[in-house]
T-cell receptor, first 113, second 112 residues
Framework: DAGITQSPRHKVTETGTPVTLRCHQT?????MYWYRQDPGHGLRLIHY???????DKGEVSDGYSVSRSKTEDFLLTLESATSSQTSVYFC????????????FGNGTRLTVT | EDQVTQSPEALRLQEGESSSLNCSYT??????LFWYRQDPGKGPEFLFT???AGEEKEKERLKATLTKKESFLHITAPKPEDSATYLC?????????????FGKGTHLIIQP
């Protein structure tokens, strides 16, 4: 168990509203990631972080922003949610001795109506 | 662009009926191939990493193998608790975990 908690687990929101998803880890890992998972697609990287205030874009970053002001928290924000952002969002960490292996949280199911 | 294709999309087996899942990939300079298991409502869970052609890894009823073009996940005498979606991912030369490309997965159902 990599000690990853995602909140909320489920959320329904309306088009155009801002939404923030939270990923919290308890083991001080440096690298954190946000992925989305959709039917017909593999997991796709949205943004990742390699330390406090150090973040970078992934494959599908348009419409998303992230922040990491503390090691333990990585926030994903949809500034103005759209129906195409309905998805399951997973946070992951990688550990320093196995940097390519991801350990995932249990996801947030987001529905944008 | 790295590509990963998993087949079949879904597979239904009887308990004890052995089979294999396929992960075909194209990547310029494979650094690693990863298998994950995902249960409904949960995040993926790491199973294996393979680094070079000919390598094999085993865990209980699962064995992963790697060639220069594909990987197989062999399931021997499966049990209902092996039912899950199995994901394959490849890492190219570009980076760490931020450089992974995932396949769409194989949904495996083991019937008692």
């Amino acid at each position: 168990d990599a000690g990853i908690t995602q909140s909320p687990r489920h959320k329904v929101t309306e088009t155009g509203t801002p939404v923030t998803l939270r990923c919290h880890q308890t083991e001080n890992h440096r690298y954190m990631y946000w992925y989305r998972q959709d039917p017909g697609h593999g997991l796709r990287l949205i943004h990742y972080s390699y330390g406090v205030k150090d973040t970078d874009k992934g494959e599908v970053s348009d419409g998303y922003s992230v922040s990491r002001s503390k090691t333990e928290d990585f926030l994903l924000t949809l500034e103005s949610a759209t129906s195409s952002q309905t998805s399951v969002y997973f946070c992951a960490i990688s550990v320093i001795y196995s940097p390519s292996i991801l350990h995932f949280g249990n996801g947030t199911r987001l529905t944008v109506t | 662009e790295d590509q990963v294709t998993q087949s079949p999309e879904a597979l239904r087996l009887q308990e004890g009926e052995s089979s294999s899942l396929n992960c075909s990939y194209t990547v310029s300079g494979l650094r690693g191939l990863f298998w994950y298991r995902q249960d409904p409502g949960k995040g993926p869970e790491f199973l294996f990493t393979l680094y070079s052609a000919g390598e094999e890894k085993e865990k209980e009823r699962l064995k992963a193998t790697l060639t220069k073009k594909e990987s197989f996940l062999h399931i021997t005498a499966p049990k209902p608790e092996d039912s899950a979606t199995y994901l394959c991912a490849v890492q190219g030369p570009g980076g760490g975990a931020d450089g992974l490309t995932f396949g769409k997965g194989t949904h495996l159902i083991i019937q008692p």
